[in-house]
């Protein structure tokens, strides 16, 4: 019962000693190498051949053995060379939601004058069959790329788990790897809320009177006939192709009056919910539908307030405020 926890501790001193870094070279001093299953068969295989060849004097037992044995040798070098030289390189990943798998994107670089191949990429610890090994061979003087899964732990900001890289080429009783551990960082989102309710009312600015009203499509009221020189932005989309549909071909714009006297601002004390974690997805979901209308939008977090504006760094900054909350 203790075996598997003592595996893992010395595993988790061990990856604790490797520096991290997103581009790494393989060289003698980080690549490893031990035989396969198959392998280990083949050596006890090569000890009964040669026990039988001294015991009947058998020139042609000897033969065979050391041509064997040769070949695994010759398939050991080729193996730990297929590996050797390469040059990993990672991508910083993208910002994902919790619940969703981040893509780590990984280059494979060579200068050799020969192709690689057979050469795998994973996570380590992960289940092989959620996420298996990704495949691929590195062409002479070129690079490639490949894509790995990992699925994270939840919101916040977490560092990446330690990759490998092996190789079997080109016989398989032998396994060429190395252990990696990546410098980047990722940013997971809050998981939105699958059926949110509608945005909440607008808030009257300091200064004017009347409150704004949100309707449930989350379209804001006060919208006028569309006047030459109004921006794109200002176009109500959803009402235009209302129009369109209708045979007519009235074009609505937001009124900028209208659009003055009246905030949108997404409060997480005015969620509804109770845990921490069901506001903040509660928020997230509001936050995408509001940016998908092209609305100007706050958000409240308890002790953060960032100002109403749109467009996609000020999404970012939203979700990356929730994130980290």
Not at 12 to 39: A, C, E, F, K, M
Not at 149 to 161: E, M, N
Request: glycine letters at 8%.
């Amino acid at each position: 019962m203790k075996t598997p926890r003592v595996r893992q501790r010395l595993q988790s001193w061990w990856h604790s000693r490797l520096p991290r870094r997103d581009t790494l070279t393989l060289t003698q001093r980080n690549v490893y190498i031990l035989p396969t299953r198959p392998g280990w068969m083949l050596a006890l295989t090569l000890i009964l051949l040669l026990v039988a060849s001294i015991n009947y004097q058998l020139n042609l037992g000897y033969l065979l053995t050391f041509l064997l044995a040769g070949s695994a040798v010759v398939g050991m070098h080729v193996c730990h060379g297929n590996l050797r030289g390469t040059t990993l390189h990672l991508n910083p990943p993208d910002p994902v939601h919790a619940g969703q798998a981040v893509l780590l994107e990984v280059r494979l670089s060579s200068e050799r004058t020969r192709a690689r191949y057979g050469i795998g990429m994973g996570v380590i610890g992960a289940d092989p069959a959620h996420t298996p090994l990704a495949w691929t061979d590195v062409p002479a003087q070129g690079n490639t790329t490949v894509q790995v899964s990992w699925s994270v732990p939840g919101r916040g900001l977490h560092a990446l788990p330690p990759l490998n890289a092996l190789t079997l080429f080109p016989l398989g009783t032998f396994r060429v790897w190395t252990v990696w551990r990546p410098a980047s960082s990722v940013l997971v989102y809050p998981e939105p809320e699958s059926h949110p309710p509608p945005l909440p009312p607008g808030e009257p600015q300091a200064g004017s009177s009347g409150s704004a009203r949100v309707q449930s499509t989350g379209e804001f009221d006060g919208v006028r006939a569309y006047r030459r020189g109004d921006p794109i932005k200002a176009v109500v989309w959803k009402k235009a192709a209302q129009a369109f549909a209708s045979g007519r071909d009235e074009l609505v714009s937001r009124d900028a009056l209208s659009t003055q006297r009246q905030q949108l601002w997404l409060d997480h004390a005015q969620c509804g919910q109770s845990g921490l974690e069901a506001r903040l997805s509660r928020l997230t979901a509001w936050v995408l539908m509001a940016d998908r209308l092209g609305l100007d939008y706050g958000v409240r977090l308890p002790g953060r307030e960032i100002a109403p504006d749109q467009g996609p760094l000020h999404r970012a900054r939203c979700l990356e405020a929730m994130a980290l909350a």
